[in-house]
């Protein structure tokens, strides 16, 4: 074998001894929150498909008619020949729904962070991140060079007092957070953060991944990121923003300039699904209401979002429960260490508007059972 194949199994093995290697698995997911694995008809509780917009006939027929029209591929960066007029279209549909001057589209919500946040801040630079930050906003941080600490989860005191430490020592400040987090479901404490911001004249961000469509409620940052995958059942990223701002990102953003644009059917999909989001607001309290009903079912803290933790600790653990789960018709997939910290492994219930109560209720009964 050569040397790279003996690196890549040793990596293997390793991964292998703490459970924690990952294997894809074929899945078709159908409409009405179905999904179709090793031939069998599973209930996902694993899409962030929060409203079921990725099988709505108009958002399927969006995406369609975009292809047939404007072709599969955008064809070039969005700064050559790529930038499609439906693009500009969701964009002013997005900042207007965000209550901003503009947004600006990418290629999706990671590319979005890597590329925002080395736009704004650089060496001589501090990013204040939250330690259960999505990984893209690490590795945008990463790639700006700034000096990188993290705060406490939703720790507010802990934020105010490595401002107060290290700000002056700096030339720039910049805050990231998201409004929901993406593995725990509870939302960060939004109000507070910004008055601590103004204080320090530090920048927020906050990665609204999860909450647009489905948590809207609070305050806005002066920089509102997420993307078209989730809610809106498409694909791609945005940032919503000041006009001033958004013009920077068009000319700085590495990830916004040197890659391809969305193709039209996603940024058409996209629009479908904002649309139907703003026409049909009771489809939003869906989710979360179904979150609720599970965790009074299940005796845990009342949710703050469609994201419920079942929380297991161990990652073998986390697979046994979730392999168990499966055997009875229901999937939800174990979330293990890099993605969480070490020894808090879990199963990562994601609730949609596409489930039944009745599902929900048989979901509950069997994690009771099997815990
Ligand atoms: C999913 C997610 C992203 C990445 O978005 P993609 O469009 O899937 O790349 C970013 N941040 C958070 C918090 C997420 O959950």
């Given at each position: 074998?050569?040397?790279?194949?003996?690196?890549?199994?040793?990596?293997?093995?390793?991964?292998?001894?703490?459970?924690?290697?990952r294997?894809?698995?074929?899945?078709?997911?159908?409409?009405?929150?179905?999904?179709?694995?090793?031939?069998?008809?599973?209930?996902?509780?694993?899409?962030?498909?929060?409203?079921?917009?990725?099988?709505?006939?108009?958002?399927?027929?969006?995406?369609?008619?975009?292809?047939?029209?404007?072709?599969?591929?955008?064809?070039?960066?969005?700064?050559?020949?790529?930038n499609?007029?439906?693009?500009?279209?969701?964009e002013?549909?997005?900042?207007?729904?965000?209550?901003?001057?503009?947004?600006?589209?990418?290629?999706?919500?990671?590319?979005?962070?890597?590329?925002?946040?080395?736009?704004?801040?650089?060496?001589?630079?501090?990013?204040?991140?939250?330690?259960?930050?999505?990984?893209?906003?690490?590795?945008?941080?990463?790639?700006?060079?700034?000096?990188?600490?993290?705060?406490?989860?939703?720790?507010?005191?802990?934020?105010?007092?490595?401002?107060?430490?290290?700000?002056?020592?700096?030339?720039?400040?910049?805050?990231?957070?998201?409004?929901?987090?993406?593995?725990?479901?509870?939302?960060?404490?939004?109000?507070?953060?910004?008055?601590?911001?103004?204080?320090?004249?530090?920048?927020?961000?906050?990665?609204?991944?999860?909450?647009?469509?489905?948590?809207?409620?609070?305050?806005?940052?002066?920089?509102?990121?997420?993307?078209?995958?989730?809610?809106?059942?498409?694909?791609?990223?945005?940032?919503?923003?000041?006009?001033?701002?958004?013009?920077?990102?068009?000319?700085?953003?590495r990830?916004?300039?040197?890659?391809?644009?969305?193709?039209?059917?996603?940024?058409?999909?996209?629009?479908?699904?904002?649309?139907?989001?703003?026409?049909?607001?009771?489809?939003?309290?869906?989710?979360?209401?179904?979150a609720?009903?599970?965790?009074?079912r299940?005796?845990?803290?009342?949710?703050e979002?469609?994201?419920?933790?079942?929380?297991?600790?161990?990652?073998?653990?986390?697979?046994?429960?979730?392999?168990a789960?499966?055997?009875?018709?229901?999937?939800?997939?174990?979330i293990?260490?890099?993605?969480?910290?070490?020894?808090?492994?879990?199963?990562?219930?994601?609730?949609?508007?596409?489930?039944?109560?009745?599902?929900?209720?048989?979901?509950?009964?069997?994690?009771?059972?099997?815990?």
């Amino acid at each position: 074998m050569s040397s790279l194949d003996d690196f890549a199994s040793a990596e293997l093995a390793r991964l292998d001894t703490g459970a924690l290697r990952r294997r894809l698995a074929t899945t078709d997911r159908g409409e009405g929150a179905f999904a179709d694995r090793n031939g069998r008809r599973l209930v996902s509780f694993s899409c962030n498909d929060y409203l079921g917009l990725s099988h709505h006939p108009r958002v399927i027929a969006a995406a369609q008619e975009a292809a047939a029209r404007h072709g599969t591929g955008a064809g070039a960066s969005r700064l050559v020949t790529g930038n499609h007029q439906v693009l500009e279209v969701l964009e002013a549909r997005l900042a207007a729904h965000k209550g901003t001057e503009a947004a600006l589209v990418f290629g999706s919500g990671y590319l979005a962070n890597l590329g925002i946040v080395p736009a704004l801040v650089g060496p001589r630079d501090l990013i204040l991140i939250d330690a259960l930050g999505h990984s893209c906003l690490f590795a945008g941080a990463r790639v700006s060079g700034s000096e990188v600490v993290r705060f406490r989860h939703n720790d507010v005191s802990h934020l105010a007092e490595e401002l107060s430490a290290r700000r002056a020592k700096h030339k720039r400040a910049l805050i990231l957070t998201e409004r929901v987090f993406s593995m725990d479901g509870d939302r960060a404490p939004l109000d507070a953060i910004l008055d601590i911001a103004g204080l320090h004249d530090a920048w927020t961000l906050v990665d609204d991944a999860h909450g647009l469509g489905v948590v809207e409620a609070g305050c806005r940052a002066p920089l509102e990121m997420g993307t078209l995958s989730k809610t809106l059942g498409s694909y791609g990223g945005y940032l919503c923003a000041s006009r001033a701002v958004i013009d920077l990102m068009t000319s700085r953003a590495r990830s916004f300039v040197y890659t391809t644009g969305l193709p039209p059917a996603s940024a058409a999909a996209a629009l479908a699904a904002l649309d139907i989001v703003e026409a049909e607001p009771e489809r939003a309290d869906r989710p979360l209401m179904l979150a609720r009903r599970l965790t009074e079912r299940l005796g845990l803290p009342k949710a703050e979002s469609p994201i419920v933790p079942i929380h297991v600790g161990e990652a073998s653990a986390a697979l046994a429960l979730s392999a168990a789960l499966e055997a009875r018709g229901f999937l939800v997939v174990a979330i293990r260490p890099p993605t969480v910290p070490a020894g808090t492994a879990r199963l990562r219930v994601a609730l949609s508007a596409a489930h039944s109560e009745a599902q929900v209720d048989a979901l509950a009964e069997a994690i009771v059972e099997l815990r």
